[in-house]
C-alpha cells in the first residue's frame, strides 16, 4: 500500500518562498505520475502542478506558473513543490497524490489513486 507524507508547510509573508516535500512509502513511485493539490477554506479542491514518472513532463496552473516549480527524487521516492514569490491567494491546504499511469496531463483529482494527509500553507502579512 503506497503511503504518502507531506511536509514542508508553514506561514510565511507575502513574496517568500517555501518548500513542500512529499515522500513515499511502501511502493516505489518509478510508475507513477505525482500531482500537488491546494485547497484552501470555503473553495474546492484544485490541481496545482503534476510531474510525470520520469520528470520529463510537468504541468501547473495558470494561477501558479512562473512560481511554482514541481520536481521528483525517484530515488528518494521523493516529490516537491518550490512555491516563490507566494501571494495570500496561494493559501491552504496542499496534498500531494499519486496516480497510476505514466502522464498527468489532463488528469481529474478523482482519478488519482493515493493521497497524503496535507499540509497548511498559510500567506499572510
Known amino acids: 500500500q503506497l503511503q504518502l507524507v507531506e511536509s514542508g508547510g508553514g506561514l510565511v509573508q507575502p513574496g517568500e518562498s517555501l518548500r513542500l516535500s512529499c515522500v513515499a512509502s511502501?511502493?516505489?513511485?518509478?510508475?507513477?505520475?505525482m500531482g500537488w493539490f491546494r485547497q484552501a477554506p470555503g473553495k474546492e479542491r484544485e490541481g496545482v502542478s503534476c510531474?510525470?514518472?520520469?520528470?520529463?513532463?510537468?504541468d501547473y496552473a495558470d494561477s501558479v506558473k512562473g512560481r511554482f516549480t514541481i520536481s521528483r527524487d525517484n530515488a528518494k521516492n521523493s516529490v516537491y513543490l518550490q512555491m516563490n514569490s507566494l501571494k495570500s491567494e496561494d493559501t491552504g491546504i496542499y496534498y500531494c497524490?499519486?496516480?497510476?499511469?505514466?502522464?498527468?496531463?489532463?488528469?481529474?483529482?478523482?482519478?488519482?489513486?493515493?493521497w497524503g494527509q496535507g499540509t497548511q500553507v498559510t500567506v499572510s502579512s
Open positions: 511502501g511502493v516505489t513511485l518509478d510508475d507513477y505520475a
Open positions: 510531474i510525470s514518472f520520469t520528470g520529463g513532463s510537468t
Open positions: 497524490a499519486a496516480i497510476n499511469h505514466f502522464y498527468c496531463e489532463g488528469r481529474d483529482a478523482d482519478e488519482y489513486d493515493y
